[in-house]
């Protein structure tokens, strides 16, 4: 067994609990986002609940759409918020990308975070202030692309809700920055969408990485016409978006070398999702097929 999944199972069986730990180790999970392609790590953080494994993490990282995952498992809801990806009307109204020709956001983070998540699937914001498991979402500084960990921004609800709107705005797509403590932040898939470096640095020994891409799938370049678009739009990304793909390559070779650090990822034959993706059916299916990846690897 992994390391890192050793030790998250021996937490486990002696029912280790954040605050009161005797290993001397501290273990992360880093959730990867992509906006749809997310689907298959709200999967995963379904079965990680399911199976109790939350208080085995001393943190949780997230990006973009991962950080929404991440809010999820330390609210306790879920096996319940991921109903959301298949709902049609949900999903027809946070992604609709015939928006852009009337001048909207095509991806709707207001409506997700203050409609979706307080009305109609409602997350339980306090439950994740009070988690002795501290909850790291991950943004981009719209001025000088560098990727920042809001968690010392986040002090109430409305912080939280702020942030999770912050690493989920898509540049562009889904309007204009959103302003948190006096910066401004774009999603943070742009400047570390595999959080792992940030949770190792915060003195992290292990870490989870839940990934949203199969093992024989390789990062995309930017399109290019967002390329084109995006640092127009935002000149202080200009670096960190033509960074992107090489950075992202290295990030896959150093995930291979280090030896506290274990990837769960989609199976070899799961589905293409892009990230705008709105096929329900196709959803569920990432979903679900992210739930049984870690339930594969807790029985390798």
Not at 61 to 68: D, E, I, K, P, Q
Not at 75 to 89: K, V
Not at 216 to 243: C, D, F, I, N, Y
Not at 256 to 265: D, F, H, K, N, Y
């Amino acid at each position: 067994m992994h390391p890192v999944m050793r030790l998250v199972s021996r937490r486990h069986a002696e029912g280790s609990r954040p605050g009161f730990r005797t290993d001397g180790h501290r273990i992360a999970l880093a959730i990867e986002g992509g906006s749809s392609r997310g689907t298959y790590s709200s999967g995963m953080v379904m079965a990680l609940e399911e199976l109790g494994l939350t208080r085995c993490f001393d943190a949780v990282y997230g990006s973009s759409a991962g950080a929404l995952n991440g809010a999820w498992l330390l609210s306790g809801r879920a096996l319940t918020g991921m109903r959301g990806w298949w709902d049609p009307e949900i999903m027809r109204e946070v992604i609709n990308p015939w928006r852009f020709l009337r001048g909207r956001p095509v991806v709707d983070t207001r409506y997700l975070v203050d409609t979706v998540y307080q009305e109609l699937t409602p997350m339980d914001f306090p439950a994740i202030l009070a988690n002795p498991v501290s909850y790291h979402p991950m943004a981009t500084d719209a001025e000088t692309g560098e990727p920042v960990d809001l968690r010392p921004y986040i002090r109430k609800v409305d912080d939280l809700k702020t942030a999770l709107r912050a690493t989920t705005c898509m540049p562009v797509l889904a309007g204009k920055p959103v302003f948190l403590a006096g910066r401004r932040f774009v999603d943070g898939g742009v400047a570390e969408p595999l959080p792992f470096r940030t949770a190792l640095a915060n003195g992290a020994t292990h870490v989870l990485v839940l990934r949203t891409r199969r093992a024989t799938e390789r990062p995309a370049k930017p399109r290019r016409m967002h390329s084109m678009v995006v640092p127009r739009a935002l000149p202080g990304l200009r670096s960190v978006w033509v960074q992107q793909y090489p950075r992202d390559m290295a990030d896959e070779q150093l995930l291979t070398e280090l030896p506290t650090v274990m990837s769960i990822r989609p199976p070899t034959d799961a589905p293409n999702v892009s990230a705008l993706e709105r096929d329900t059916v196709l959803l569920r299916k990432a979903v679900m097929m992210g739930r049984q990846a870690v339930h594969a690897a807790l029985a390798s």
